[in-house]
């Protein structure tokens, strides 16, 4: 089999990040920000994904919503999901209620990666 072509697991997983209108974002098990979706940078209201690529997710959660974002993501990162509800300002300002699912991926051996 050859590696370096996509799985077809791969062409759906891409057509949904670039089609979901929710805000997806794919990070490494450090909580970095590696990919984002459009949809994710017009509802966060970044006028470039540059802003946040690279970027400790994790940084995006002020306060109270730190731990429950803190929490979340190890959730994901021993294998199961995450998920919490909060409330926090766009990169513009606009408050908006945010519903975040962290979830893991998982390579073929069945790690997180």
Same mark, same amino acid.
């Given at each position: ?5 996509? !799985?077809?697991? *791969?062409? =759906?997983?891409? $057509? ?5 209108? #929710? +805000?997806? &974002?794919? !990070? #490494?098990? @450090?909580?970095?920000?590696?990919s984002f979706?459009?949809?994710?940078? #017009?509802?966060?209201?970044? #006028?470039?994904?540059?802003? %946040?690529?690279?970027? +400790? /997710?994790? $940084?995006? /959660?002020?306060? *109270?919503?730190?731990? !429950?974002? &803190?929490?979340? =993501? ?6 199961? $999901?995450?998920?919490?509800?909060? &409330?926090?300002?766009?990169? &513009?300002?606009?408050?908006? /209620? /945010?519903? %975040? ?6 390579? $073929?051996?069945? @790690?997180?990666?």
């Amino acid at each position: 089999m050859n590696t370096d072509q996509p !799985l077809p697991a *791969d062409n =759906l997983i891409s $057509s949904f990040h670039d089609s979901a209108t #929710d +805000s997806i &974002k794919v !990070l #490494d098990v @450090d909580g970095i920000v590696l990919s984002f979706n459009p949809a994710g940078y #017009d509802l966060m209201e970044l #006028d470039s994904p540059t802003e %946040v690529i690279g970027e +400790s /997710w994790l $940084s995006l /959660w002020k306060g *109270d919503t730190e731990s !429950l974002a &803190k929490t979340a =993501l190890n959730s994901a990162i021993h294998g199961k $999901s995450g998920y919490f509800e909060a &409330k926090r300002p766009t990169k &513009k300002g606009t408050l908006k /209620w /945010w519903q %975040v699912t962290v979830l893991p991926l998982k390579n $073929s051996h069945n @790690d997180i990666e």
